[in-house]
């Protein structure tokens, strides 16, 4: 099972930014591909982004285009989630996942094919 951790949440204004981290401390990333996924409340967990931190690939959903940047800085071995221009329509708990046999497009479309840990509170409200 690959445990990773997420933090970087909080209360935010609409328009505001945060920056998610997603880490691992007992493995590298390196070889996987990594997945930001969200559950708002009252509905189903979704993926958001996707990257392949070997190629750098990334997959993003239509709902977060232009608003969200994820990039890897493998020397940290850490996933980030940079999230911009905050709707409350972006509430929820974020998750992050590994998955070492996908692609960034596939993965973001399986969000109920992973186990998570805690999460992430990010709270858009003014």
Request: charged share 20%.
């Amino acid at each position: 099972q690959v445990k990773l951790v997420e933090s970087g949440g909080g209360l935010v204004q609409p328009g505001g930014s945060l920056r998610l981290s997603c880490t691992a401390s007992e493995f590298s990333l390196d070889y996987y591909y990594i997945g930001w996924f969200r559950q708002a409340p009252g509905k189903e967990r979704e993926g958001v982004s996707c990257i392949g931190v070997g190629d750098g690939i990334t997959y993003y959903a239509d709902s977060v285009k232009g608003r969200f940047a994820i990039s890897r800085d493998r020397a940290k071995n850490t996933i980030y989630l940079q999230i911009n221009s905050l709707k409350p329509e972006d509430t929820g708990v974020y998750y992050c996942a590994a998955d070492g046999l996908t692609n960034v497009q596939a993965m973001c479309h399986a969000a109920g094919r992973y186990d998570y840990g805690q999460g992430t509170q990010v709270t858009v409200s003014s």
